[in-house]
């Protein structure tokens, strides 16, 4: 059977393998139809096809004179279910034989299996969700932190897409009427009101620009915040990441350059997802595996949010100025980074050399990785250097990095028009760059779409969803 957003579709909606139970779902014209042929109530004769939308009902999916198991069956009619079309999810035992029983009897009745993310295309399609808001059903799905989780389900929300389509509103109405003075060029009159529209423009200009700048919180909140831990060698990394992870994540040893290569791993901290990189320690070695190792600490930092700087604290009581002075050298070579200093080894000093632990102008965080004092305001302090704030206002933020691009271009356009109206260059000519700016903010939301970007986006989806 060749794919069409005709057929009736149906999916396992729940993972895959033995569990509890698990979730069929059909979707179409014919859904409640195929599954009421093969549906025995357990309380009397009860046909489907009549019932109430958003209904519940138990009994047994038959083949012919066959139980295959006893179920619960939910049904949502058109146009109100999650695709806008007819649909059936049913409730099964979690056995894998099961499951495949019931799918293959109407598959053989009827059906076709779902492709990736059908169901939310045809969500979509169907106008019950717009393209963000359907890109941010596969995010909440990912989500794996209390940050990404919450910008996916403010997004699904629609408070993104709505932004985003009232300033294309507000654009296409000003675009119609320049479109407007263009086809009565001849007869020299005016339709949209200059002062007007060079404050939308303005409008426009800021909050694009705003939406851009969140893409470097979002996109890090979405993915994981990259944290690199630096230092000399037998510093104490490995152990940090160790006690960070509350596992023996890194191999641990007295010998320096234990650690050849970058070791990764994340944790959430207050909901937000840190991802740890320990690197190998930077020194001046003649060894040549070591080496590529330290150039791949470099390369870390350069891609790190954050960056952990650790500081052997017996050293430092040692040698003070070379360490202050190895602190300044790497703040001026990283000033782009924020560089959190941490003090390690503590517990090989006495109270009072703590105290006396402090180096000017430079916050610092004291710990013992080994005896795992401190880390939790280790912890706390990596918080406080993420803006979090953000997210408790329900402001929008972008997460999405096809979003990132389709607005970083109208926001090109945007300023094309500006300049345009600067140099009070001809009216077709900057029609053109409004015309642009639309399409890129109807990329976002679904008002302009191809095959191929709808291909592209579902392609990602797990088939169920």
Same mark, same amino acid.
């Given at each position: 059977?060749?794919?069409?957003?005709?057929?009736?579709?149906?999916?396992?909606?729940?993972?895959?393998?033995?569990?509890?139970?698990?979730?069929?779902?059909?979707?179409?014209?014919?859904?409640?139809?195929?599954?009421?042929?093969?549906?025995?109530?357990?309380?009397?004769?009860?046909?489907?096809?009549?019932?109430?939308?958003?209904?519940?009902?138990?009994?047994?999916? &038959? @083949? #012919?004179?066959? $139980? *295959?198991?006893?179920? !619960?069956?939910?049904? %949502?009619?058109?146009? =109100?279910?999650?695709?806008?079309?007819?649909?059936?999810?049913?409730?099964?035992?979690?056995?894998?034989?099961?499951?495949?029983?019931?799918?293959?009897?109407?598959?053989?009745?009827?059906?076709?299996?779902?492709?990736?993310?059908?169901?939310?295309?045809?969500?979509?399609?169907?106008?019950?969700?717009?393209?963000?808001?359907?890109?941010?059903?596969?995010?909440?799905?990912?989500?794996?932190?209390?940050?990404?989780?919450?910008?996916?389900?403010?997004?699904?929300?629609?408070?993104?897409?709505?932004?985003?389509?009232?300033?294309?509103?507000?654009?296409?109405?000003?675009?119609?009427?320049?479109?407007?003075?263009?086809?009565?060029?001849?007869?020299?009159?005016?339709?949209?009101?200059?002062?007007?529209?060079?404050?939308? &423009? @303005? #409008?426009?200009? $800021? *909050?694009?620009?705003? !939406?851009?700048?969140? %893409?470097?919180?979002? =996109?890090?909140?979405?993915?994981?915040?990259?944290?690199?831990?630096?230092?000399?060698?037998?510093?104490?990394?490995?152990?940090?990441?160790?006690?960070?992870?509350?596992?023996?994540?890194?191999?641990?040893?007295?010998?320096?350059?234990?650690?050849?290569?970058?070791?990764?791993?994340?944790?959430?901290?207050?909901?937000?997802?840190?991802?740890?990189?320990?690197?190998?320690?930077?020194?001046?070695?003649?060894?040549?595996?070591?080496?590529?190792?330290?150039?791949?600490?470099?390369?870390?930092?350069?891609?790190?949010?954050?960056?952990?700087?650790?500081?052997?604290?017996?050293?430092?009581?040692?040698?003070?100025?070379?360490?202050?002075?190895?602190?300044?050298?790497?703040?001026?070579?990283?000033?782009?980074?924020?560089?959190?200093?941490?003090?390690?080894?503590?517990?090989?000093?006495?109270?009072?050399?703590?105290?006396?632990?402090?180096?000017?102008?430079?916050?610092?965080?004291?710990?013992?990785?080994?005896?795992?004092?401190?880390?939790?305001?280790?912890?706390?302090?990596?918080?406080?250097?993420?803006?979090?704030?953000?997210?408790?206002?329900?402001?929008?933020?972008?997460?999405?990095?096809?979003?990132?691009?389709?607005?970083?271009?109208?926001?090109?356009?945007?300023?094309?028009?500006?300049?345009?109206?600067?140099?009070?260059?001809?009216?077709?000519?900057?029609?053109?760059?409004?015309?642009?700016?639309?399409?890129?903010?109807?990329?976002?939301?679904?008002?302009?779409?191809?095959?191929?970007?709808?291909?592209?986006?579902?392609?990602?989806?797990?088939?169920?969803?």
């Amino acid at each position: 059977m060749s794919a069409s957003i005709e057929d009736t579709i149906i999916a396992l909606a729940t993972p895959s393998g033995i569990g509890a139970i698990a979730v069929i779902r059909l979707s179409g014209k014919d859904a409640i139809k195929l599954v009421a042929n093969h549906f025995q109530s357990k309380y009397g004769s009860k046909d489907l096809t009549n019932v109430k939308s958003h209904t519940i009902h138990l009994g047994s999916i &038959v @083949d #012919k004179n066959r $139980v *295959i198991d006893e179920v !619960l069956v939910s049904i %949502f009619k058109n146009p =109100n279910s999650y695709t806008g079309e007819n649909v059936v999810e049913i409730n099964c035992h979690g056995s894998i034989y099961i499951q495949q029983e019931i799918i293959q009897l109407f598959l053989r009745n009827g059906c076709r299996t779902a492709t990736n993310g059908e169901y939310t295309l045809r969500a979509f399609t169907n106008g019950k969700l717009d393209l963000t808001q359907a890109e941010a059903v596969a995010d909440l799905i990912a989500s794996d932190s209390k940050a990404s989780h919450q910008i996916a389900l403010q997004q699904m929300r629609g408070g993104f897409s709505s932004e985003i389509e009232k300033l294309r509103q507000e654009l296409l109405n000003f675009a119609s009427l320049v479109e407007l003075e263009l086809d009565f060029s001849e007869e020299d009159v005016e339709f949209a009101d200059r002062t007007e529209f060079k404050r939308l &423009v @303005d #409008k426009l200009s $800021v *909050i694009l620009k705003k !939406l851009i700048d969140s %893409f470097a919180i979002g =996109n890090v909140f979405k993915n994981g915040i990259p944290v690199a831990i630096i230092g000399e060698p037998n510093v104490g990394k490995s152990t940090l990441l160790n006690a960070l992870l509350n596992e023996e994540k890194a191999i641990v040893s007295d010998i320096a350059g234990t650690t050849r290569d970058a070791i990764e791993d994340e944790i959430s901290i207050d909901g937000v997802t840190f991802r740890f990189i320990d690197t190998a320690g930077i020194r001046d070695t003649k060894d040549v595996i070591e080496n590529i190792g330290i150039k791949k600490t470099y390369s870390t930092i350069e891609k790190a949010q954050l960056v952990l700087s650790l500081i052997d604290a017996v050293k430092m009581k040692r040698e003070k100025l070379k360490v202050k002075t190895e602190i300044d050298r790497l703040q001026e070579k990283y000033k782009d980074k924020k560089i959190l200093v941490i003090l390690n080894k503590t517990d090989l000093l006495s109270d009072v050399e703590i105290q006396s632990l402090k180096i000017k102008n430079q916050k610092c965080i004291l710990i013992s990785s080994k005896e795992k004092t401190g880390i939790n305001a280790l912890k706390k302090e990596l918080t406080s250097l993420v803006n979090i704030g953000i997210l408790s206002n329900n402001q929008n933020i972008v997460s999405n990095s096809r979003h990132f691009e389709a607005l970083t271009n109208a926001l090109k356009s945007i300023k094309e028009v500006e300049k345009g109206m600067e140099l009070n260059i001809s009216l077709d000519l900057i029609a053109i760059d409004i015309r642009q700016a639309l399409f890129y903010l109807g990329e976002i939301t679904g008002a302009v779409t191809t095959d191929d970007l709808l291909g592209n986006i579902f392609a990602n989806f797990c088939i169920g969803k």
